[in-house]
């Protein structure tokens, strides 16, 4: 019968790692939370200037304008632009024509003109069909007050 050797315990004065991990998971932790506040922020920005991702994406359809696409489909798409971000501002553009917008926004590669004039007909059909400008005061989507009704 063998018998296992007995535990020794570790000798005085060398380091212990029993701290090493727990510091490690506090570090993370903090990143994590660090990290989640950044993105709730970035959410809440973007919930208040949506117009902020829209330009983004016509800074970068500007940059990379393909050799088809002629000044005046440029400046077409720059006045639809204007009239769509203004009304994106005032809060009136629907939803389904910004996922429209998204939809059709080229991520890759040159813009060529066939999409340069789909993107100004899609902004063109957004901003006309933007939902009515609110009355100073009047929350989007709110429904209207409830009568008073007589108690009998």
Known sequence: MSTAP????APAGLPSNLGCWKGALLG???AAILVVAALVGLGVYIQKRP???????MERIHARYASDVAEPDKADLDAAYADFRKSLEDRRI???DMERVRDT???????????VLE???IFREAARGALPAASPGAVSGASPPAAATAVP
């Open 94 to 96: 629907r939803q389904e």
């Open 28 to 30: 993370c932790g903090a």
């Open 51 to 57: 117009a902020t991702v829209t330009d983004l994406l």
């Open 105 to 115: 926004v080229p991520l890759r590669g040159q813009v060529r003109r066939e999409e």
């Open 6 to 9: 007995p535990i020794e315990p």
């Open 119 to 121: 993107l100004t007909k």
